[in-house]
């Protein structure tokens, strides 16, 4: 549909007036320009503007509003250039780069052509300096944090992490330090301090190495590391002992003493006598592990090597692990059979 817009004027009139309808459609600006004549427009153009100009003489001046530079950026007469990101500008027909202002100080801003910064607030955690370009571009660096938006300067904004907490970059609370480490102001990381050898930690939020506690007897407690912090005392193997407090290594685990077993994990000394009719070199883990051989028997219990296993008598026969008071004690020669000393 179109309306008709009527422009009368005298013949007098015709020669000092002049009429410039603007026609903004999307981005582009449109004008036509008549003197005392019909103008039709079209309905479905978004907006249309009639200026009157008085005078012919300023018929030029209608075409200086051809293709007026829109906000967020600025024009050449030719080309529109939209404001590279951290700029912004609010204002039409910017003729050069200079009308980009610098994005203020606890904001950001992100797109190009940007037109407001006003809806861009620097998020928590971060800070935004004149001219930031993205939300997260200076976050608050590990060991700090920042509970507040709009934040304009890291030495205002990021707040050393209290004791017991770390923090890492951009946090916006701190938190808690986890079982196996110990975290003092200004820790960066759940990692950072880990629990030294010798001790272990079993809860969370620790502020100083001391309050780590130290390995008991029967364990030991390795130097933490950022995949396995030590947060129980490890019981020394089956096999071995550990009679002292503080232990950090496996190695630091007594082997079980000769003449003793050691069955159990996380033993604190040996006081188990090898069996009668075995032995127990250093490290035994069960009483009953190494027999003497045949031929041989044990008379009491706390041997140490096979060699201290006696050669069985005449006349009797001696199998694995024979004893004089076990269960497995030596048995006469069956009939027909001659045993010397040392028979099985």
């Not at 304009?152 to 923090?167: F, I």
């Not at 950090?248 to 050691?262: R, V």
């Not at 051989?293 to 060699?307: M, R, S």
Request: charged share 10%; hydrophobic share 30%.
């Amino acid at each position: 549909m179109e309306t008709l817009i009527k422009v009368w004027e005298d013949s007098k009139k015709l020669s000092q007036t002049s009429i410039c309808v603007f026609i903004l459609n999307r981005n582009t600006i449109h004008v036509s320009i008549s003197v005392g004549v019909y103008v039709w427009v079209l309905w479905d153009l978004h907006l249309v503007v009639v200026i009157t100009i008085a005078a012919i003489q300023n018929f030029f001046l209608c075409l200086s509003f051809l293709d007026v530079c829109l906000q967020g950026g600025w024009c050449d007469g030719r080309t529109f250039f939209p404001c590279p990101p951290g700029t912004y500008n609010g204002f039409n027909g910017s003729q050069s780069q200079e009308a980009c202002k610098a994005c203020p100080m606890g904001y950001y801003c992100q797109e190009s052509g940007t037109v407001s910064f006003d809806t861009f607030v620097c998020p928590a955690g971060h800070y935004c300096p004149t001219g930031t370009k993205f939300p997260n571009q200076f976050p608050c660096p590990a060991g700090t944090y920042n509970p507040d938006v709009n934040q304009t300067a890291r030495a205002v904004a990021c707040l050393p992490c209290t004791p017991g907490n770390y923090c890492e970059a951009g946090s916006t609370q701190p938190t808690l330090c986890p079982p196996g480490y110990y975290c003092p102001s200004g820790t960066g990381s759940r990692t950072q301090f880990a629990c030294h050898a010798g001790f272990y930690n079993d809860v969370f939020g620790l502020t100083n190495y001391t309050e780590c506690k130290a390995c008991p007897p029967g364990s030991y407690c390795p130097d933490g590391s950022l995949t396995e912090p030590t947060v129980t005392p490890i019981p020394c193997p089956p096999g071995t002992y550990n009679p002292d407090w503080n232990v950090g290594h496996l190695l630091n685990c007594i082997p079980c003493t000769a003449g003793y077993f050691c069955p159990q994990a996380g033993q604190v000394n040996a006081t188990l006598f090898c069996y009668e009719g075995y032995y127990c070199p250093n490290g035994t883990v069960a009483g009953h592990q190494f027999p003497c051989p045949p031929g041989t028997f044990g008379d009491k219990a706390g041997l140490t090597v096979a060699e201290e296993c006696l050669i069985c008598p005449q006349g009797k026969s001696c199998g694995w692990g024979t004893g004089l008071n076990n269960n497995n004690t030596w048995q006469v020669c069956r009939q027909g059979h001659f045993c010397p000393a040392g028979v099985l």
